[in-house]
Structure formats: structure tokens, C-alpha cells
């Protein structure tokens, strides 16, 4: 907690977990969660002049999510033929797409939300419904939802554990394991094989 205190202590940390939340869709092992996280433990129990604002973190993180989202949905429906052979590539992620595609068409926009916490879910989702061509006023809604969702819980898991056990590394690692716990199981669901429908 001490290495991040002088960076939690000035505005700067809000350019930080921006930065990092938005550039996380390109780059998912990018720690953006973590870095909420620990932000936000440290600001519970902050003693500095200058505390990060709980609710302004979580919009920050939100906000760079739905931003991130909108730059890959774009890029990904500009990306034509060359995102399609990129795709084809790599079996996991054309498995992805074809159940996105299925789900949306269904009208699951809680997929979105779900994928929000998966590993990498978030990546998939926007590429694949800016590549499937999915109308942006059918997906932002979800995702901005999706990123309100994440950033809500993982400030609040942040915050939480640093009122309950103090800015320590044992308070950010419960928030983070109980983050990557949420993230197993939407990775699950999203892996789950959805019932078929009657008739």
C-alpha cells in the first residue's frame, strides 16, 4: 500500500485507472481491476491531504470503460475482412463471437454485463459486436451498464475491505481474490450451454 500511497494522495490517480480501464479491452492483462482496487482500499483509510473521491473513482472507471468499449466496437466494425481472417485464426475467440451472436440476437444484453467480469470478456464482446455489425444503440446501453456494474463492485470491494481490515495488502488481496472469484464464475456462465428453446 505504501508504493501507491503518493500516487492515491494526488488527482493523478484518477488519470491513472483511466488510462489503465480504457486501455484494458486492447490489452486485457492489463491489472485495471486491481488498480481500483487498490486505489480504492488505500483511499478508506487514507490519512493524506488529498483522498480520492470514492464516487468520482467510480465514475472515472465507468466512464474510461464505456470509452474503451466504443473504441474496439468501432475499430472492430471498420475492421472488415481483416479482423474476420484474425478471427478465424484463433478457435476460442471465433467460439466466442458465434455464441455473442446468438446471444444478442436473442436479445441477451446481460451478456454484455456478465462479460464485463469474465477474463478477456469484455474484449471479445466489443469486438465481436462491433464485427458482427450490432447496432450501437443495442450495445452501448449494455455497456455502459456493463461498465457502471464493474466499477461499482470493484470500488466498493476496494473501499469495504480497507474499512474492515485497514490500507493493507491482506485487505486489497481479499477484494481482489473476491474480484477474480466474480470473474470465474461469469467466465463459467458465459461457458455454460444455454437450454434450448421449446417448440
Do not use: N
Amino acid at each position: 500500500m505504501e508504493s501507491v500511497g503518493s500516487l492515491v494522495g494526488s488527482p493523478w490517480i484518477y488519470v491513472v485507472v483511466a488510462l489503465s480501464v480504457l486501455l484494458d479491452v486492447f490489452l486485457p492483462v492489463l491489472p485495471s481491476g486491481v488498480l481500483v482496487i487498490t486505489a480504492a482500499t488505500a483511499a478508506a483509510a487514507s490519512t493524506a491531504a488529498y483522498v480520492p473521491d470514492i464516487l468520482v473513482l467510480t465514475l472515472c472507471a465507468a466512464t474510461a470503460s464505456l470509452l474503451g468499449d466504443l473504441v474496439a466496437y468501432r475499430l472492430a466494425w471498420r475492421g472488415g475482412a481483416r479482423l474476420d481472417r484474425a478471427l478465424a485464426r484463433s478457435r476460442r475467440l471465433r467460439g466466442a463471437q458465434e455464441r455473442l451472436g446468438a446471444a444478442l440476437a436473442r436479445g441477451g444484453g446481460g451478456l454484455v454485463v456478465l462479460a464485463r467480469f469474465a477474463p478477456a470478456g469484455r474484449s471479445v464482446v466489443s469486438l465481436g459486436a462491433g464485427a458482427a455489425r450490432h447496432r450501437a444503440r443495442d450495445f452501448l446501453p449494455w455497456s455502459a451498464l456493463a461498465g457502471l456494474t464493474w466499477a461499482g463492485y470493484s470500488v466498493a470491494l476496494g473501499y469495504f475491505g480497507g474499512q474492515w481490515l485497514g490500507a493493507t495488502w491482506l485487505a486489497a488481496a481479499v477484494s481482489v481474490g473476491a474480484l477474480f472469484a466474480a470473474g470465474a464464475g461469469a467466465g463459467y456462465l458465459m461457458r455454460k450451454p444455454q437450454p434450448r428453446e421449446a417448440g
